[in-house]
């Protein structure tokens, strides 16, 4: 059985070269992840035709775009991609950003 | 198309009468909700055969059962309940408890 408990507060690791992932849980429904940006970095505008993804930002301020609705989210705020439609994000702070980022099904795992 | 742009820290209503589920986004993928509980409020264990799920404490404090362990999480603390594992939640503080939660797939939408 993996790690079932977590801590979001401590889990931030970032990379001084992109965006970084830390995966806190996944299986064939779902991944659960913590995206760590520093100031400037960005997911950049996809989508996925099967899979609905939900950004949260946990800490600092994160610009995400879905369709063509762009925001500026602080903690707290949450934005939802539906399958199909284009969506990204980017740190256009000055601080570091962390998100829990959810998407089901788990677009690399079959069940 | 539903609001894909949600605020976690002004979405929470709270029943005297039982726990409180928002509905923040669903399709036959997850559902997105905000639970709040007062003091003593809980979810009774269960389980579900096919869907994992995820509790999230944004505020105050949350014991959450996922098999058989059970700890109390504080804001920013998460569990994942997978698909077959018993699990719960209580609020066994004196303060008000709020937590994201997520299922995949839904349970009770089919796509």
Avoid: W
């Avoid at 790690?3 to 299986?27: P, R």
């Avoid at 960005?42 to 993804?53: L, M, V």
């Avoid at 610009?63 to 991609?81: H, M, T």
């Amino acid at each position: 059985m993996p790690e079932l408990f977590h801590d979001t507060t401590t889990a931030a690791v970032f990379s001084a070269a992109k965006l970084n992932k830390i995966n806190l849980y996944e299986s064939h429904r779902l991944f659960c992840d913590v995206y760590c940006l520093e100031p400037g970095q960005s997911q950049s505008e996809h989508s996925h035709t099967e899979n609905d993804k939900i950004y949260h930002v946990l800490t600092g301020r994160c610009e995400v775009s879905v369709g063509d609705d762009r925001r500026d989210l602080n903690a707290g705020e949450l934005a939802v991609a539906p399958a199909g439609v284009v969506h990204g994000a980017r740190n256009v702070s000055s601080e570091r950003t962390t998100m829990l980022v959810i998407m089901a099904p788990h677009p690399g795992m079959k069940g």
